[in-house]
């Protein structure tokens, strides 16, 4: 497969994956062994460790969570060795006051010679204890 065939096909494959992260596994195919990962609260390198930080998002949504969503609104390339996605995480806690959580990001995908994604940057539009704060909020009933 030529290197562009490869990047159309990780895009679908991120476009398949995201919208379901907090409910089921995500495909590992299209990431390198040594994947770096960094967010506002974690960074780290390895496949092992990217596994876990995703089964840690569904387990702590499946916990913490009467409804959580992972809204994505774009994947595209942005670059020849980018692929940036854009997304809205919303929810409701499993709290007595039905605190809400909402936040926009992105998730920028750098790409090695193969195009499999050596890097994984996320981006909040805003600080995790803006984030957190929203723990505590009533929401609507």
Known sequence: MDYQSQVD???EILRQDLPTLFEKDISYDIYTQNIYFQ?????????????????????????????IYFDLHDVSQS???IILA????RG????PWKAQIFFNGYSTYKLNQDALIYEHIDTWDR???EI??????????
């Open 39 to 67: 967010d506002p609260v974690n960074k780290f390198k390895g496949k092992i460790n990217y596994r876990i930080i995703f089964w840690t998002l569904r387990f702590h949504a499946r916990l913490f969570f009467s409804e």
């Open 127 to 129: 600080k995790p204890g």
């Open 79 to 81: 670059a020849e060795d």
């Open 92 to 95: 409701v806690l499993r709290v």
């Open 9 to 11: 096909q990780n895009i």
């Open 132 to 141: 957190l704060q929203q723990f505590f909020r009533k929401g609507k009933n």
């Open 86 to 89: 854009t997304w809205t995480v």
